[in-house]
Nanobody
Framework: QVQLVESGGGLVQAGGSLRLSCAAP??????????MSWYRQAPGKEREMAAT???????DYVDSVKGRFTISRDNAKNTVYMQMHSLTPEDTAVYYC??????????????????WGQGTQVTVYS
């Protein structure tokens, strides 16, 4: 079982900033990490992908956070960060780290494993 350690959530006034961190065990070779993402779930809403960082360095964001959130990854630490600026009350949610690992076999097969963090609360007040 892979445990993801999240940190950085909290209470912030609208217009403020926060940075979330999510660390996967360093024992995992970074080459096995296919992508790391931040999802969020607001009260009464479906969980949605906020930002994704793939192993080739590409990133993707939900439209509502583009230009305000930046996801990055430190491969040496197996840690993904999400810097959030210009926060609004609509960003209030529990933010979850998501990790997909890939394992390649000599046969050419590839398997995937998915892991979630425990979630960290972000609350933005006006």
């Amino acid at each position: 079982q892979v445990q993801l350690v999240e940190s950085g959530g909290g209470l912030v006034q609208a217009g403020g900033s926060l940075r979330l961190s999510c660390a996967a065990p360093r024992s995992i070779p970074s080459t096995r990490i296919y992508f790391m993402s931040w999802y969020r779930q607001a009260p009464g809403k479906e969980r949605e992908m906020a930002a994704t960082h793939t192993n080739d360095g590409s990133t993707d964001y939900v439209d509502s956070v583009k230009g305000r959130f930046t996801i990055s990854r430190d491969n040496a630490k197996n840690t993904v960060y999400m810097q959030m600026h210009s926060l609004t009350p609509e960003d209030t949610a529990v933010y979850y780290c998501y990790l997909r690992l890939r394992t390649y076999y000599e046969s050419g097969d590839c398997t995937a494993e998915d892991y979630w963090g425990q979630g960290t609360q972000v609350t933005v007040y006006s």
